[in-house]
């Protein structure tokens, strides 16, 4: 199983809601991470996590809280977001915080605020 | 910050031919990647380099890391329709941060019929 998963594949969340993004891996990584993109404009690192611990926090706002309850898994929660935060969310996974490990990316959330 | 130019913006190239694009830094880099998306998909690695001046292919693409270790091409051989996404750059500048990557901004890819 060489596949990161994302669930769910398009999400429309009104601005009061409280929605949460889901990602899986069973290739044994044991870095995650949750990137954000807008239309035509490269991936933007959010969170990293390593050995389910978050190490890297890109000065994300609040309204968005990311969770790794194990190895394998990875969720994004998401509270009074904004039109603006309306993007592709993109989890990836890699071996770990060695050099030659990239990593995998998955299909991507398309989340919209409404 | 460090940032990466990458070019060109996008391609209109007629099936078969043969295409080229880069990405500069004026930051020496340690790895650099390249990746291509696909519309409603996550970017997928096609070729990952770590040494300057390696030149490595897979399949119909061959890029090379630069001497200088500021930059990078890509090529594809004899384009096929498959080919049409968006081709990312991406450099790594630190060897320790394994994490910290930057990206270039992209190179859309249309074959023309």
């Known amino acids: 199983d060489t596949e990161v998963t994302q669930t769910p594949k398009h999400l429309v969340m009104g601005m009061t809601n409280k929605k949460s993004l889901k990602c899986e891996q069973h290739?044994?990584?044991?870095?995650m991470y949750w990137y954000k993109q807008k239309a035509k404009k490269p991936p933007e690192l959010m969170f990293v996590?390593?050995?389910?611990?978050?190490?890297i926090n890109e000065s994300v706002p609040s309204r968005f809280s990311p969770e790794c309850p194990n190895s394998s898994l990875l969720n994004l929660h998401l509270h009074a977001l904004q039109p603006e935060d309306s993007a592709l969310y993109l989890c990836?996974?890699?071996?770990?915080?060695?050099?030659?490990?990239?990593?995998?990316f998955g299909q991507g959330t398309r989340l919209t605020v409404v | 910050g460090q940032q990466l130019n990458q070019s060109p913006q996008s391609m209109f190239i007629q099936e078969g031919e043969d295409v080229s694009m880069n990405c500069t830094s004026s930051?020496?880099?340690?790895?650099w990647l390249w990746y291509k998306q696909e519309p409603g998909e996550g970017p997928v690695l096609l070729i990952a380099?770590?040494?300057a001046g390696e030149l490595t292919s897979n399949g119909r693409l061959t890029a090379q890391f630069g001497i200088t270790r500021k930059d990078s091409f890509l090529n594809i051989s004899a384009s096929i329709p498959s080919d049409v996404g968006i081709y990312f750059c991406?450099?790594?500048?630190?060897?320790?941060?394994?994490?910290?990557?930057?990206w270039g901004a992209g190179t859309k890819l249309i074959i023309k019929p």
């Open positions: 380099l770590y040494k």
């Open positions: 996590y390593s050995y389910e611990k978050l190490s």
């Open positions: 290739m044994g990584h044991r870095a």
């Open positions: 930051s020496i880099f340690n790895t």
């Open positions: 990836a996974s890699s071996q770990g915080f060695n050099t030659n490990t990239e990593a995998f």
């Open positions: 991406a450099g790594r500048p630190n060897m320790d941060s394994n994490y910290q990557l930057i």
